[in-house]
């Protein structure tokens, strides 16, 4: 056995609970970083920070794809092998991971030999078990999709939706995946567990195909003569891997390289491979957007089946954003770049706009005026107004010293931070951080009611303006605490600022009373400055 100095030996580990294991769809590697994909980032990063937050410990998959014919084409284009196109892109996507400080526990790519491995061993597996045949293929094909379409694709008028690019007539022979096979297995389970996909009309929608549709048969190959910027597939070195049999395996291949019991148990791996760690599999919640949730929700559970795996257990789909109005279009010049958004307005103005804006289901909209509006109100004039007059009149009137603790605002205070911890735990974010906002108006209006400039003026009061101040300064560390998990550092900065040294990062610390008497604040300094331009 390999050892460390100073390590505990595996078997004297702690055994953890185990982790809440959520993952993100993984990106194309060739796509530019949008509002949509730092929009999906930046709830799966709320979530589980919120979960660690309260107390579970989370493990946050993230990560690209990299394989198919787009990329392939990209490379040759540019006239790079596929492998330096994809990792000078891969170093692109990273950096967007750091500025958005996701805290990922992985990034997985789907060129790395530990995915591919447990890829082929998947196809190895299944192929030995009678999940796939082999048949030709007559029809219509979108390059651009990577897909074979039917007539059932067509539009009324005939013509294929345009997002499918140039479709042409296709003769081939392939490898498929008995899917057909499932589909009553699929409908019953969906039926039997209604928290299984949401949101519930996505559910429906799911459902509502199931059964009126008869489900294709999926081709998981493609001709190596064509394509071969895939997984060889093992069975057969003539085909490719086709590129969402691959991509979906990330969410397993990664507990797999980690020595997940779970997984490897179910891929026939040997036993020393194995950690006693908790297993991550099976996941707590895939989050991805609408247009892929047939993927997740059709495709994905029938692989788990056939390979004796557990099924995730939420499929979270979230909707489109548009800008304007309209469709989010690098050819139209319609988009917005959350690398600029970040670099005018910061990260946190960035992560509060997109989480209170849209709620994880409908589609939204992004509208500059509509995020200036949000700033100036929410941020500026409501939480960073509040912090900055709480800290600006202790320090006036009481040196900055902490006085006695008071109990005017806790039952508030307490009434929010447990309406959060329900819905954190539900993953409602948007409704959390309405929940937030009502102490922080709250709390501003308990500057107006108490008035403590005017106690200040009157001797006499000297013990309603304590009152009033310690209120108001607990007030706002309870509020850094609520916010960690989506303004990570205006949290932190509101901690620094009241003078504390430790994170604001657990949740059980919005009790009331955190501040004491007789504790020194720092120095205020503005969280969010209006901007009038
Ligand atoms: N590579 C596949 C996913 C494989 S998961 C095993 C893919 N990649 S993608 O780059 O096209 O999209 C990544 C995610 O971004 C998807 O969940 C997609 O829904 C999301 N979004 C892409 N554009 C979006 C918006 N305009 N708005 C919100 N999310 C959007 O699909």
Same mark, same amino acid.
């Given at each position: 056995?390999?050892?460390?100095?100073?390590?505990?030996?595996?078997?004297?580990?702690?055994?953890?609970?185990?982790?809440?294991?959520?993952?993100?769809?993984?990106?194309?590697?060739?796509?530019?970083?949008?509002?949509?994909?730092?929009?999906?980032?930046?709830?799966?990063?709320?979530?589980?920070?919120?979960?660690?937050?309260?107390?579970?410990?989370? +493990?946050?998959?993230?990560?690209?794809?990299?394989?198919?014919?787009?990329?392939?084409?990209?490379?040759?284009?540019?006239?790079?092998?596929?492998?330096?196109?994809?990792?000078?892109?891969?170093?692109?996507?990273?950096?967007?991971?750091?500025?958005?400080?996701?805290?990922?526990?992985?990034?997985?790519?789907?060129?790395? #030999?530990?995915?591919?491995?447990?890829?082929?061993?998947?196809?190895?597996?299944?192929?030995?078990?009678?999940?796939?045949?082999?048949?030709?293929?007559?029809?219509?094909?979108?390059?651009?999709?990577?897909?074979?379409?039917?007539?059932?694709?067509?539009?009324?008028?005939?013509?294929?939706?345009?997002?499918?690019?140039?479709?042409?007539?296709?003769?081939?022979?392939?490898?498929?995946?008995?899917?057909?096979?499932?589909?009553?297995?699929?409908?019953?389970?969906?039926?039997?567990?209604?928290?299984?996909?949401?949101?519930?009309?996505?559910?429906?929608?799911?459902?509502?195909?199931?059964?009126?549709?008869?489900?294709?048969?999926?081709?998981?190959?493609?001709?190596?003569?064509?394509?071969?910027?895939?997984?060889?597939?093992?069975?057969?070195?003539? +085909?490719?891997?086709?590129?969402?049999?691959?991509?979906?395996?990330?969410?397993?291949?990664?507990?797999?390289?980690?020595?997940?019991?779970?997984?490897?148990?179910?891929?026939?791996?040997?036993?020393?491979?194995?950690?006693?760690?908790?297993?991550?599999?099976?996941?707590?919640?895939?989050?991805?957007?609408?247009?892929?949730?047939?993927?997740?929700?059709? +495709?994905?559970?029938?692989?788990?089946?056939?390979?004796?795996?557990?099924?995730?257990?939420?499929?979270?789909?979230?909707?489109?954003?548009?800008?304007?109005?309209?469709?989010?279009?690098?050819?139209?010049?319609?988009?917005?770049?959350?690398?600029?958004?970040?670099?005018?307005?910061?990260?946190?103005?960035?992560?509060? +706009?997109?989480?209170?804006?849209?709620?994880?289901?409908?589609?939204?909209?992004?509208?500059?005026?509509?995020?200036?509006?949000?700033?100036?109100?929410?941020?500026?004039?409501?939480?960073?107004?509040?912090?900055?007059? #709480?800290?600006?009149?202790?320090?006036?009137?009481?040196?900055?010293?902490?006085?006695?603790?008071?109990?005017?605002?806790?039952?508030?205070?307490?009434?929010?931070?447990?309406?959060?911890?329900?819905?954190?735990?539900?993953?409602?974010?948007?409704?959390?951080?309405?929940?937030?906002?009502?102490?922080?108006?709250?709390?501003?209006?308990?500057?107006?009611?108490?008035?403590?400039?005017?106690?200040?003026?009157?001797?006499?009061? #000297?013990?309603?303006?304590?009152?009033?101040?310690?209120?108001?300064?607990?007030?706002?560390?309870?509020?850094?605490?609520?916010?960690? #998990?989506?303004?990570?550092?205006?949290?932190?900065?509101?901690?620094?600022?009241?003078?504390?040294?430790?994170?604001?990062?657990?949740?059980?610390?919005?009790?009331?009373?955190?501040?004491?008497?007789?504790?020194?604040?720092?120095?205020?300094?503005?969280?969010?400055?209006?901007?009038?331009?």
């Amino acid at each position: 056995m390999s050892s460390c100095q100073g390590c505990a030996p595996r078997s004297q580990l702690p055994r953890m609970s185990k982790p809440f294991y959520l993952t993100t769809a993984i990106d194309y590697v060739n796509g530019v970083p949008h509002l949509g994909h730092a929009y999906e980032k930046i709830i799966a990063d709320v979530i589980a920070r919120a979960r660690r937050s309260l107390g579970q410990p989370a +493990y946050f998959l993230t990560g690209l794809d990299e394989h198919g014919q787009k990329i392939q084409q990209a490379a040759a284009a540019e006239g790079k092998t596929a492998r330096a196109y994809c990792d000078e892109l891969a170093g692109v996507w990273r950096a967007f991971v750091e500025k958005l400080e996701l805290t990922n526990d992985d990034f997985v790519r789907t060129t790395e #030999s530990r995915h591919q491995q447990v890829v082929q061993s998947i196809l190895t597996k299944l192929h030995a078990e009678g999940h796939f045949y082999q048949a030709i293929y007559e029809g219509f094909y979108s390059a651009k999709e990577e897909t074979f379409l039917t007539e059932k694709d067509r539009r009324p008028d005939g013509s294929f939706d345009p997002a499918y690019g140039e479709v042409i007539r296709l003769k081939e022979e392939n490898y498929y995946f008995r899917l057909k096979d499932h589909q009553q297995w699929l409908i019953s389970y969906i039926e039997q567990n209604p928290s299984f996909i949401q949101p519930e009309h996505r559910r429906n929608d799911v459902l509502g195909f199931l059964k009126h549709d008869v489900l294709e048969d999926l081709c998981i190959t493609r001709p190596a003569a064509r394509l071969n910027w895939g997984i060889p597939f093992p069975v057969d070195r003539d +085909y490719v891997t086709y590129v969402w049999f691959d991509a979906l395996v990330n969410y397993i291949s990664v507990p797999a390289a980690h020595g997940d019991a779970v997984v490897l148990k179910a891929l026939g791996s040997q036993p020393s491979t194995l950690n006693d760690q908790p297993s991550l599999w099976p996941a707590d919640l895939h989050i991805l957007g609408k247009d892929i949730l047939k993927f997740h929700a059709v +495709y994905w559970p029938i692989m788990l089946k056939a390979m004796g795996l557990p099924l995730p257990k939420q499929i979270l789909a979230h909707g489109w954003w548009q800008k304007d109005g309209q469709k989010i279009s690098k050819s139209t010049g319609n988009v917005v770049d959350p690398l600029a958004v970040i670099g005018e307005w910061g990260l946190d103005a960035f992560r509060f +706009y997109v989480v209170r804006e849209l709620d994880i289901g409908p589609d939204g909209n992004w509208t500059d005026a509509g995020f200036r509006e949000r700033y100036n109100s929410a941020l500026a004039d409501g939480l960073g107004n509040l912090l900055n007059r #709480s800290l600006s009149m202790l320090r006036r009137y009481r040196n900055g010293v902490v006085p006695p603790q008071s109990n005017v605002l806790a039952p508030e205070a307490e009434k929010v931070a447990s309406e959060t911890r329900t819905l954190l735990e539900q993953n409602r974010l948007q409704a959390a951080l309405l929940s937030i906002w009502s102490l922080v108006t709250r709390a501003n209006q308990y500057v107006e009611q108490t008035a403590p400039f005017k106690l200040a003026k009157d001797p006499t009061k #000297s013990a309603q303006l304590d009152e009033a101040l310690y209120n108001l300064v607990e007030v706002c560390r309870v509020l850094a605490v609520l916010l960690w #998990s989506f303004l990570p550092g205006t949290a932190s900065k509101i901690y620094a600022q009241l003078g504390l040294k430790e994170a604001p990062d657990t949740f059980s610390a919005a009790r009331w009373g955190g501040l004491t008497a007789g504790h020194a604040i720092g120095l205020p300094a503005a969280l969010f400055p209006k901007r009038e331009d």
